[in-house]
């Protein structure tokens, strides 16, 4: 078969395949990110009936995919939100490092991989993903939730630490020195506080320039434009993802709500292809020797994640039904923690495996936990707290204490 015909045959049954995906999970009412994961395991290398010929489109439009999350997740708030939110949340940020970096650098270190490969696992570990979890909140409607921007400031603290700690890991990677390494760190620095400065103090002009009122005009700007900015942004060893968020950022106003409308569609299309490809990229047979001691790792740090946004969502004085929720949504890993693996694998081979099927686990168990957390976690305390009441009630009765309120009637305002 020729090769544009194969492409083209290969290319479409992908994208139906999607479509027909994404309508049964509707039917179940179940995020399709697990779905589109297994499909690609399924096609990929080692898998029933693997894809050659739309490889490289495929891995275009995965990269294509996590710019127009980003992009989209960034059109969401203005660059002033943005600020407040860093100045806010940095304690936060803090305490996730410290939850999440924390096992996946002792487990590292357990395994014999060197300061290095902890610190490589220790990325891995502690880096949630922004794609995953946009989307996540987008098919559950979470969007306007009083813990949404809470979900955002760790996910944009998060993001941009990414932009001290991959120039650093490659510095180490490479042997570099620590010469080398500053002049790595303070570019990416530089880079990202450019941007902020164009967006807090020019954001209207940049609007302004890029506004159309012709759709067609307007969604080629934007998108070449975002494009553009990811690709410098990771030729500067910044993340191309932040690059977008920060585009998203810096368009505002009736720019940033027709650019929403316009890029929702292929938003949808691309992010689909990028969790496909994912699991084209992963052989299963590598999956089940390392599958004990990622399980083990993931367990973890998906109670990690979830103190994480308890304690976040608390410091914004959010109601526990919203910590909860916080704490479940923030639990999938993937775009960054592959990145982080893939620069890792040549100087540490192992880490490649078990980085993958880490990430399998927690790209599947993210969209569960981010739906069930938050009804699990009240359904125990309202069994904690009646079994606490009991004795009240048979003695004199009292008028309940605050603390016994169940987050149905403690804190419904703030939820």
């Given at each position: 078969m020729h090769d544009t015909t194969a492409l083209l045959v290969e290319l479409g049954s992908v994208i139906l395949g999607l479509g027909i995906i994404g309508r049964f999970a509707g039917r179940i009412g179940l995020s399709p990110i697990p779905l589109y994961l297994l499909a690609g395991l399924a096609f990929g290398e080692g898998g029933l009936l693997p894809l050659g010929a739309s490889e490289e489109f495929t891995a275009i439009g995965a990269e294509i995919g996590v710019i127009l999350l980003l992009l989209l997740l960034g059109l969401e708030y203005s660059?002033?939100?943005?600020?407040?939110?860093?100045?806010?949340?940095?304690?936060?940020?803090?305490?996730?490092?410290?939850?999440?970096?924390?096992?996946?650098?002792?487990?590292?270190l357990m395994l014999g991989w060197g300061p290095v490969g902890a610190v490589a696992l220790a990325g891995v570990t502690w880096i949630s993903s922004s794609g995953v979890i946009a989307k996540v909140m987008t098919d559950m409607g979470r969007l306007g939730n009083r813990e949404t921007p809470v979900i955002l400031g760790v996910?944009?603290?998060?993001?941009l630490a990414m932009a001290v700690y991959l120039p650093l890991l490659t510095a180490?990677?490479?042997?570099?020195?620590?010469?080398?390494?500053?002049?790595?760190?303070?570019?990416?620095?530089?880079?990202?506080?450019?941007?902020?400065?164009?967006?807090?103090?020019?954001?209207?002009?940049?609007s302004r320039a890029v506004s159309s009122d012709n759709p067609e005009m307007l969604l080629l700007v934007v998108l070449g434009l975002t494009v553009l900015v990811a690709g410098v942004a990771q030729q500067l060893q910044v993340s191309a993802a932040v690059g977008a968020f920060l585009v998203g950022i810096a368009l505002s106003g009736e720019v940033a709500e027709g650019a929403r409308k316009l890029l929702t569609p292929l938003r949808d299309l691309f992010a689909a292809v990028f969790f496909v490809f994912f699991g084209l990229s992963t052989d299963p047979a590598e999956i089940p020797p390392v599958l004990l001691p990622a399980a083990l790792l993931a367990i973890v740090t998906v109670f990690t994640k979830i103190g994480t946004g308890w304690y976040a969502s608390r410091r914004a004085g959010i109601g526990p039904r919203g910590r909860w929720r916080a704490g479940g949504t923030l639990v999938a890993r993937g775009e960054f923690s592959i990145v982080i693996a893939g620069l890792a694998v040549a100087t540490e081979p192992r880490i490649g495996p078990i980085a993958t099927a880490y990430v399998l686990i927690l790209v599947i168990v993210g969209p569960l936990t981010a739906r069930w957390t938050e009804p699990v976690a009240s359904k125990l305390q309202a069994v904690l707290a009646g079994k606490r009441s009991k004795p009240a009630v048979a003695a004199e009765q009292p008028m309940p204490s605050h603390d016994d309120l169940t987050p149905e009637h403690a804190g419904r305002d703030s939820d």
């Open positions: 660059a002033s939100e943005l600020v407040t939110s860093l100045k806010t949340q940095y304690p936060s940020g803090a305490v996730d490092f410290v939850l999440n970096a924390t096992p996946g650098a002792a487990a590292g996910l944009v603290i998060e993001d180490m990677l490479a042997g570099v020195g620590l010469a080398g390494g500053s002049i790595a760190l303070l570019i990416a620095l530089g880079t990202v506080g450019f941007v902020l400065y164009l967006a807090l103090r020019h954001g209207r002009l940049i």
